[in-house]
């Protein structure tokens, strides 16, 4: 790889004018294509799913961290589409593959939706194109598994395709780490993919990370997720221990915090969510697995997340009189965190289920979720005998229930002490 790093990366104003296929148009693909824009690709955004394609192309984004306006530049200016159709991305000399990597009912990876981007396109990759997996996945996915489908149907006159895989790192909602400025790790299958996937993502993020196979890169993904969710449960464990003992985690992990080397803080919570941390670590899992090998502290881990809906449910319902037979349980926030109204995997689905199976009547409210679960939101009036603060939203008026002396289990550490509040 050092012969590689060696090579000078084409300028980006050698990209000016050149076609950019995104397939999936969603939190990951939809902000690549307009920071593609910016570094002046066309961009052509393939979705399989035909009311999203409608709704971008109508100038409204389904993506918070994409302005309606940024949109409507692009779709003004003709240097972004959205389409349903395959066939458009001929013209392109550069392909990525944005769609999602869940887990199926095993808790195992399913990849369906990754085939099917890859059989879609490979009729229409012409020769010269780079491919480039964005999606999350284990090692060996690009080299076992997309690789082998795109030679076997690609058109006869494209000899030569370059690959390489580059995870995406986005963080939705995040206002200071964007695609832009998130270093971009690129992992080619040989010498001229890594040259061309690193001319590609020089001319759109600020810093690129070369490594040595595109093993490396989905690898380094996984650990990335799989650190978090591991850090988050150790303190999620550590905060029933300080509750138990009688100690305010928070301040605790403020007072460790104050160590300049060696420790990183986490915050304890309703558990995780959103489509990277619940679901990345069972790719590693799995994967331990095909080679004889074990990942018990990552499973032991998941047990502990798991088990957070329940633990908040119980200190919340602690909370109430106990002449209270049926309590009044009103959820602040249920998307899987502040800023975005995802609620793939939010952790508050199981909190929820759980007061109602045990008898309480439940409400939620939150700005930036309209509809959830088959429910609508209730606003800040709706009465109740004990409110759960899951999920701090930008705008969420929580100082409003305080006033009126509502007693709030704060899992966020968001609200200093006030009268009627327990943290977690
Ligand atoms: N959301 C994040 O925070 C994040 C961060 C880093 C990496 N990732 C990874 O990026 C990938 C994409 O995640 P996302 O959050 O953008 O998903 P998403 O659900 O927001 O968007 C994916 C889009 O792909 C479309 N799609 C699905 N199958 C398709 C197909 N066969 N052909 C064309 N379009 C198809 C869907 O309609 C959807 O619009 C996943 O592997 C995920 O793990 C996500």
Redesign the pocket.
Same mark, same amino acid.
């Given at each position: 790889m050092k012969e590689v790093l060696e090579v000078k990366i084409p300028s980006v104003s050698m990209h000016r004018g050149q076609t950019l296929a995104i397939? #999936?148009? =969603?939190?990951? #693909?939809l902000p690549l294509a307009m920071a593609a824009v910016d570094a002046g690709w066309i961009v052509i955004g393939? !979705?399989?799913?035909e009311a *999203?394609v409608t709704q971008i192309n109508s100038g409204s984004s /389904? &993506?918070e961290d994409i302005s309606d306006s940024k949109l409507q530049a692009a779709l003004a200016e003709g240097s972004y589409k959205a389409t349903t159709d395959f066939s458009t991305i001929y013209s392109a000399s550069v392909i990525t593959i @944005? &769609?999602?990597?869940p887990l199926d009912n095993n808790r195992e990876p399913d990849l369906a +939706? +990754?085939l099917?981007?890859v059989t =879609?396109i490979a009729p229409f990759v012409s020769n010269e194109t780079l491919v480039v997996s964005?999606?999350?996945?284990y090692p060996g996915t690009l080299r076992d598994t997309i690789i082998p489908i795109v030679n076997k149907l690609k058109p006869e006159t494209s000899k030569e395709i370059f690959f390489a895989s580059a /995870?995406?790192?986005?963080? /939705?909602g995040d206002t200071a780490w964007n695609q832009r400025n998130t270093p971009r790790l690129v992992g080619g299958i040989n010498g001229a993919s890594q040259v061309k996937a690193l001319a590609f993502y020089e001319s759109i993020c600020d810093a690129v990370v070369s490594v040595s196979s595109p093993e490396v890169a989905e690898a380094a *993904?996984l650990l990335e997720n799989t650190f978090r969710l591991v850090n988050i449960a150790l303190i999620n464990e550590f905060a029933q221990i300080c509750s138990s003992g009688g100690i305010n985690v928070n301040e605790v992990i403020e007072a460790a915090s104050s160590k300049p080397y060696g420790f990183m803080p986490f915050r304890p919570g309703v558990g995780v969510g #959103?489509? @990277?941390i619940p679901? !990345?670590p069972f790719y590693l899992t799995w994967w331990a697995r095909q080679s004889g090998g074990k990942a018990e502290f990552i499973e032991s881990a998941d047990k502990v997340n798991q088990s957070m809906p329940i633990y908040v449910a119980k200190r919340a319902l602690g909370l109430v009189d106990i002449s209270i037979s049926k309590p009044k349980v009103l959820i602040l926030g249920v998307a899987y965190k502040p800023g975005v109204g !995802?609620v793939r995997e939010t952790p508050v689905s199981e909190l929820r289920a759980y007061l109602i199976a045990e008898g309480a009547e439940v409400a939620w409210h939150d700005p930036f979720v309209p509809i959830w679960e088959g429910s609508k939101p209730v606003d800040l009036d709706w009465e109740c005998d004990v409110a759960i603060l899951a999920t701090k939203q930008p705008g969420m008026d929580v100082g409003k229930l305080i006033s009126k002396g509502t007693r709030l289990l704060d899992c966020t550490n968001s609200i200093i002490q006030a009268a009627g509040v327990v943290s977690l």
């Open positions: 397939i #999936g148009q =969603g939190y990951v #693909g393939v !979705d399989s799913f *999203k /389904p &993506v @944005c &769609v999602p990597t +939706l +990754l099917s981007a =879609g964005e999606s999350t996945s /995870p995406e790192r986005v963080n /939705p *993904k #959103g489509h @990277c679901v !990345d !995802d």
